[in-house]
């Protein structure tokens, strides 16, 4: 083997060793950035926590008017039930008065 030879290996061999400590490089970024996320995660989890906390006090809030909001429609309900009825009877009335009327009229009419 010459010189040329032995050259071209080493360099072979270093060029080899170059793309290596490239991959080892980046694999190395990868992990920190991993790293990095697994540290956050307690944080993330703390947020959430709040955040459920939070969304049970909507979910509690809300409830609390959608029921206030359905009693008072449920209570509308009943009154207009109440009110249809006492207009029915009030029609009854009105209508017996208007036959009595027409009544009372046309025997005034006719003598």
């Given at each position: 083997m010459d010189n040329n030879e032995i050259n071209s290996i080493?360099?072979?061999?270093y060029e080899e060793q170059k793309k290596t400590n490239k991959?080892?490089?980046n694999m190395e970024k990868q992990i920190d950035g991993l790293q990095e996320q697994v540290n956050e995660i307690p944080g993330i989890k703390e947020e959430l926590r709040a955040l459920s906390g939070r969304v049970a006090v909507i979910e509690k809030e809300h409830g609390e008017k959608l029921q206030i909001l359905l009693d008072v429609?449920?209570?509308n309900?009943?009154?207009n039930k109440e009110l249809e009825k006492r207009i029915e009877k009030d029609e009854k009335i009105i209508n017996k008065h208007s036959d009595e009327i027409y009544y009372l009229e046309q025997k005034?009419?006719?003598g």
């Open positions: 080493i360099l072979k061999i991959k080892i490089d429609v449920t209570g309900s009943e009154k005034v009419q006719n």
